[in-house]
């Protein structure tokens, strides 16, 4: 019997089916969706607070690696794993939004840190506070025991990753 010429073969939807168990049953994967989640979330609330449509989520993922003294966009590609010239986009756009600027380096002249604006500062103060808003609705979805106990556990998760992550660095050629 000939296969249906737009058939998958048996094998692939197996693999499909395979992938997708475990998708549903992998908690790193559930944590890249909820954080995901989370930053679609607070832009929707951030747009809807402040009637800025320019702000992404792409934007937003780019804030925690920005360090509160700067930081230089070779360290922010680093951190966010994605290259410079898609960083300095990211930069760009946030400079254009008044939230953060280039200055010099002060340990190298030749080199410059993307730090917050004060209007930067103000915005990552608000952006925190809705962030709070946010977890306390967790709380009242999750109950109070289980986001205590996931706020005592994802700072080990954090710090177990940051030393898998540096044992990598040491391993790799």
Do not use: W, Y
């Not at 019997?1 to 992938?19: C, E, F, I, N, Y």
């Not at 609330?45 to 934007?59: I, N, V």
């Not at 400079?95 to 930067?120: K, N």
């Not at 808003?133 to 996931?150: N, P, S, V, Y």
């Amino acid at each position: 019997m000939k296969a249906h010429p737009g058939a998958r073969p048996p094998a692939a939807s197996t693999d499909v089916a395979l992938a997708d168990k475990k998708k549903k049953n992998n908690t790193a994967h559930s944590l890249l969706r909820a954080a995901r989640l989370l930053n679609e979330l607070a832009v929707a609330r951030t747009r809807q607070r402040t009637g800025e449509k320019r702000l992404r989520p792409s934007h937003t993922a780019l804030l925690p690696h920005l360090d509160l003294a700067g930081t230089r966009l070779t360290e922010l590609a680093t951190r966010m794993g994605i290259s410079k010239q898609a960083t300095s986009e990211l930069i760009s756009d946030l400079e254009e939004l008044g939230m953060v600027d280039r200055r010099p380096d002060p340990q190298d002249g030749r080199a410059r840190l993307v730090c917050f604006t004060s209007a930067g500062r103000r915005a990552l103060l608000d952006g925190l506070s809705l962030l709070q808003a946010i977890e306390g609705e967790l709380t009242h979805e999750l109950g109070a025991r289980a986001m205590a106990d996931l706020a005592r556990c994802l700072p080990k998760l954090e710090a177990a990753l940051d030393r898998m992550v540096r044992q990598q660095e040491r391993l790799a050629p």
